[in-house]
């Protein structure tokens, strides 16, 4: 086992900023940084935030929802808060210039006095894509170059690039901010997807497992499925000659809470806080660093009710 895969496993919350159709509600700035703040005063080591403009989550019954945009409730956060780390997870690179997103991280990692994870990933829901009038063509390929754009500005601070989406001119990052190589690059991505895979291994600093992501013929979030997963990362950075060590790996995990609605149909983490906590401690086993886990709702009620699980994990 390698020295990434012993260190303590990291607990994040995701703060979804969207509405909830069904229930006629929207959650309003002052209770996501109160849900925040609590969750730092409660040991929480991340909080993390989709970009969406709206989502349209594929599953029976669910209707599109709208959400608040994410990179401005980072930067406010990142002000906000004094401990906890704030990453995306993930920003869509198709809804900002590659160069400009890239200075965006840079000027919020100032803020947050260094606690910013770039989270990217290529987008997938297509009705955002429409409605705010994004071409969905050749995903991964835009993607591909604005990761090169954003990762080389990051780390060298400079880029000239020409490509078939996207292109930089003598692009200079100017004043950097307090790490000299940027945030942290999280890509995310199902562990299915071979040249996302590929793409992780060469430019990102953090793999993370998409909440949805499993093996076909494996239980979902069994030891055999996490190590199958992390057999694949290892495969794509031994292919590129990167020690998979290197790659550090997090992964989404839904959380359904005592007396809280349950999805049984989304393979969620359930039980007492004993129960919860044995079963996030295979993930640690399994080589990942941090688990961000996706409550029902984005409450400071919710966030309370997870912390007893912390305490045994960390405990």
């Known amino acids: 086992m390698t020295e990434t895969r012993q260190r303590p496993l990291g607990i994040g919350f995701l703060l979804m900023p969207t509405e909830n159709p069904a229930r006629g509600t929207v959650p309003r700035w002052r209770e996501m940084l109160a849900t925040v703040r609590r969750a730092e005063e409660l040991g929480y080591d991340s909080?993390?935030?989709?970009?969406?403009?709206?989502?349209?989550?594929?599953?029976?019954g669910a209707q599109p929802e709208g959400a608040w945009e994410g990179w401005s409730l980072v930067a406010a956060l990142a002000a906000?808060?004094?401990?906890?780390?704030?990453?995306?997870?993930?920003?869509?690179t198709a809804f900002r210039n590659p160069a400009l997103?890239?200075?965006?991280?840079?000027?919020?990692?100032?803020?947050?006095?260094?606690?910013?994870?770039?989270?990217?990933?290529?987008?997938?829901?297509a009705l955002e894509f429409r409605m705010f009038g994004y071409p969905f063509d050749h995903r991964v390929g835009r993607f591909e170059e604005a990761l090169q754009i954003i990762a080389g500005?990051?780390?060298?601070?400079?880029?000239?690039?020409q490509g078939t989406y996207y292109q930089v001119r003598d692009c200079e990052l100017r004043p950097r901010g307090p790490r000299p190589k940027g945030p942290p690059i999280l890509v995310g991505s199902s562990s299915t997807g071979v040249r996302m895979l590929g793409l992780s291994a060469r430019y990102a600093d953090i793999w993370n497992r998409d909440f949805d992501a499993v093996n076909p013929g494996v239980e979902p979030y069994s030891a055999e499925d996490l190590a199958t997963s992390q057999a694949k990362v290892d495969a794509a950075c031994l292919a590129i000659g990167r020690d998979p060590a290197t790659l550090a790996?997090?992964?989404?995990?839904?959380v359904d809470l005592p007396g809280a609605p349950q999805r049984s149909s989304w393979?969620?983490?359930?039980?007492?806080?004993?129960?919860?906590?044995?079963?996030?401690?295979?993930?640690?086993?399994a080589g990942f660093s941090e688990v961000q886990v996706w409550l029902q709702e984005p409450t400071v009620a919710a966030v309370e009710g997870f912390a007893p699980v912390i305490a045994r994990v960390k405990g």
Do not use: Q
């Open 153 to 161: 500005l990051l780390r060298d601070g400079h880029m000239d690039f």
């Open 47 to 60: 909080v993390w935030i989709p970009d969406h403009l709206i989502i349209d989550i594929p599953r029976p």
């Open 267 to 285: 393979n969620a983490l359930r039980g007492t806080p004993e129960e919860m906590a044995a079963k996030l401690r295979v993930y640690a086993a």
């Open 249 to 254: 790996r997090t992964v989404g995990v839904w």
């Open 101 to 125: 997103l890239a200075k965006m991280a840079d000027t919020v990692d100032e803020i947050s006095g260094g606690r910013l994870i770039l989270g990217l990933g290529a987008g997938w829901c």
């Open 80 to 92: 906000a808060t004094e401990r906890i780390t704030i990453g995306l997870l993930v920003t869509c």
